[in-house]
């Protein structure tokens, strides 16, 4: 049966061809550098050619919005949505730099697969490893694609046994390098051993030339480099949909995103091997079917910085059926309607409100001053569905917080408590300080000053923050909470959800404690719960 929509369109075909995918990466590695190449295959971007080629490719756009203005194709500074062939991609943004915070990490609620980016001559880093272990846990599949393979790094093997070994995950190439990183010629297809050849053009920023061969001549071309590949490339295993989805196996491809190489490859397998939009469990552990009534959940908001215009956007992910701007939606939470009539803005394809969304889209309402992270929304009409809370992640940052005034300690509470609720901050309370000084929480320190403009002009409450030197969050048993008792470096305090942490300076201090005692467990906290 066809699911019907208000539009006519077909759902499911719209959801079929949807892809929502993110890239994880550490600073550095080349994700803005792959996100243009990745839209400049879009149908979008080769239309704002004319003004692309003009303008040559000097300098990355780092920012989305900048290259929204720039090539004309449609941003939000959460989703990026492009159309390849029949395909329909929403590349969702992991903020990075300075910018990571909880956010990054939501974003993985939010999407269905991901893409692992690497720098070849980094392999895995730190803040590659911490996205990922989300996406194990979260069960989101994950591509690989080795960055930079037109520069001097480590060989392709290494890297295969880095993911073996430290991630548990294996390799099954989808593309494998002619030509070791910094004498890079070409990709070698492991199955029909048909080879790309890539020139790079004089000035090194063009995009590189392309010529196919097939197995013979690629194999007379370039006898040694060649078989080498398909000698190394044997010794891993074909790729294979079923233990990729598992996440027990990653698609792997090599490349140079600056200059175009392996994107291709990599859109094909985001197309082949990357799963659609599909039934997504609600908090009662029914599937709520992609194909019935609109429904959705609040992955991030955007609250605008000026007071005068409260412009709060939710960014909501559609998990089934069909949104169309203006409709009346529930709240899932406490199932009161949710009017968009006039307060919602959907950012897709092109500046101009979009009308409909699908699902795996990301639409952006305006003004949604009653939203929080995590809140679900459904089609009133159609049956309830609550979409499970949105994971805590373990903190980095930390500060103590007091009311400035402290005749205003009513509202410092009742703010503190909503910014704990909407999951701004994490909200610590350590005996040594009560709470009237809880300790604020965070992966990013930006949600600091987010907290404390908010505080200010929002509670009317302003708020005093004096820097702690923790860097880490582990788990305390009890019989650490008194092991730990009276030792320097480290402070106790607990969450409202009933978690009791310790707070540490360092590893090192973790590891100074776990050597002098033992016993200690101080586990660490799951990437997501
Ligand atoms: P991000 O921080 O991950 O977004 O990284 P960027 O996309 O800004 O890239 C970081 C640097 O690496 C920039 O100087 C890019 O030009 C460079 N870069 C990105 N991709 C490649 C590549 O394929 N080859 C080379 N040689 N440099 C690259």
């Known amino acids: 049966m066809t699911a019907t929509t208000t539009t006519g369109a077909d759902l499911a075909l719209e959801t079929r061809r949807r892809r929502s995918i993110a890239v994880i990466s550490h600073p550095d590695a080349g994700k803005s550098t792959l996100t243009e190449a990745l839209a400049l295959h879009a149908r979008a971007i080769t239309e704002a050619g004319a003004v692309h080629g003009k303008q040559g490719r000097d300098g990355v756009v780092s920012d989305w919005l900048e290259m929204e203005q720039k090539r004309g194709i449609s941003i939000t500074s959460a989703a990026l949505q492009f159309e390849v ?115 790079r053009a004089p000035g090194g920023a063009a995009l590189a030339e392309e010529e196919h061969l097939g197995a013979d001549a690629a194999r007379s071309a370039l006898p040694e480099l060649v078989e080498e590949a398909v000698d190394s490339v044997g010794l891993l295993d074909a790729v294979d949909r079923e233990s990729f989805l598992a996440g027990t196996t990653t698609p792997l491809l090599f490349g140079a995103a600056l200059a175009n190489i392996g994107v291709r490859q990599l859109l094909d397998v985001v197309g082949t091997l990357a799963p659609a939009p599909d039934d997504r469990p609600g908090l009662d552990g029914a599937p709520r079917p992609v194909d019935a009534p609109f429904s959705g959940f609040v992955f991030k908001m955007q609250a605008g910085m000026d007071t005068k215009h409260r412009d709060h956007v939710a960014f909501v992910r559609v998990c089934s ?8 939606v529930t709240h899932g939470q406490t199932r009161r309607p949710f009017a968009t009539k006039y307060a919602l803005s959907v950012f897709g394809r092109s500046r101009d409100t979009i009308e409909t969304a699908y699902p795996g889209d990301v639409v952006g309402l305006v003004n949604a001053t009653n939203l929080a992270v995590g809140d679900s929304l459904y089609d009133g009409g159609g049956p309830p569905v609550v979409f499970p809370p949105m994971p805590v992640f373990a903190p980095e940052h930390f500060v ?24 701004v901050v994490q909200v610590l309370v350590s005996e040594a300080r009560g709470d009237g000084s809880p300790i604020l929480a965070a992966v990013g320190p930006l949600q600091f000053e987010v907290a404390t403009f908010r505080m200010e002009h929002e509670f009317n409450a302003p708020i005093r923050v004096d820097q702690l030197s923790y860097s880490i969050a582990r788990l305390a048993t009890p019989e650490d909470v008194q092991a730990l008792a009276g030792r320097a470096g480290v402070e106790i305090a607990r969450r409202a959800d009933g978690v009791t942490l310790a707070l540490l300076e360092s590893v090192w201090r973790l590891r100074a404690l776990q050597r002098d005692n033992p016993e200690l467990s101080l586990e660490p906290l799951p990437a997501g719960t």
């Open 400 to 423: 103590a917080a007091r009311a400035a005034d402290p005749g205003r300690s009513k509202q410092f509470r009742k703010g503190i408590a909503q910014l704990e609720q909407e999951g």
């Open 321 to 328: 059926g069909e949104f169309q701007r203006g409709m009346v």
């Open 85 to 199: 062939d029949d395909l329909v991609i929403n590349l969702l943004d992991t903020p990075g730099h300075a910018d990571f915070s909880e956010d990054t990490y939501r974003v993985l609620t939010a999407v269905d697969a991901a893409v692992m980016l690497l720098d070849s001559a980094k392999g895995l880093e730190p803040q590659t490893l911490k996205l990922f272990e989300v996406c194990r846990r979260r069960g989101i599949p994950v591509i690989t694609f080795v960055n930079k393979w037109d520069r001097p790094g480590r060989t392709a093997l290494e890297l295969c046994d880095e993911l073996e070994q430290r991630i548990q995950l294996r390799p099954t190439p989808v593309t494998w390098p002619v030509g070791e990183a910094g004498n890079f010629r070409g990709l070698l297809d492991p199955v029909t051993e048909e080879v790309t050849l890539y020139r």
